[in-house]
């Protein structure tokens, strides 16, 4: 197994994220990181996808693209969805929280 150094770990996951759609936001105090994910489909579903504890994000991030751009992967462009991931907060790539939940 391929051991990175942290820094190259996270240049490569910044690479699958697609470009601008890394946020975050304020809930009930607390600092949430997301991707909201467009796709080019107006009329995409919207949808939220969760991931588990422990978890993060990155496990996420091979299923985006062929969601929010079917087409490109041999699917039909009425598939396509609008995503929000939430990053949970945590030890791995979410926020730490302000307070306890």
Request: with cysteine; glycine share 8%; charged share 20%.
């Amino acid at each position: 197994m391929l051991a990175l150094p942290a820094y190259a770990l996270l240049w490569w996951i910044k690479g699958l994220i697609p470009e601008g759609s890394e946020q975050a936001t304020e809930v009930d105090g607390q600092r949430i990181h997301f991707i909201h994910a467009r796709s080019k489909n107006e009329n995409a579903l919207p949808v939220v996808i969760s991931h588990g504890w422990p978890g993060s994000v990155v496990e996420f991030l091979k299923i985006i693209k062929p969601l929010t751009d079917p087409e490109a992967h041999g699917g039909r462009a009425e598939d396509a969805l609008h995503l929000v991931c939430p990053s949970l907060p945590g030890p791995r790539v979410a926020l730490e929280p302000a307070h306890p939940i």
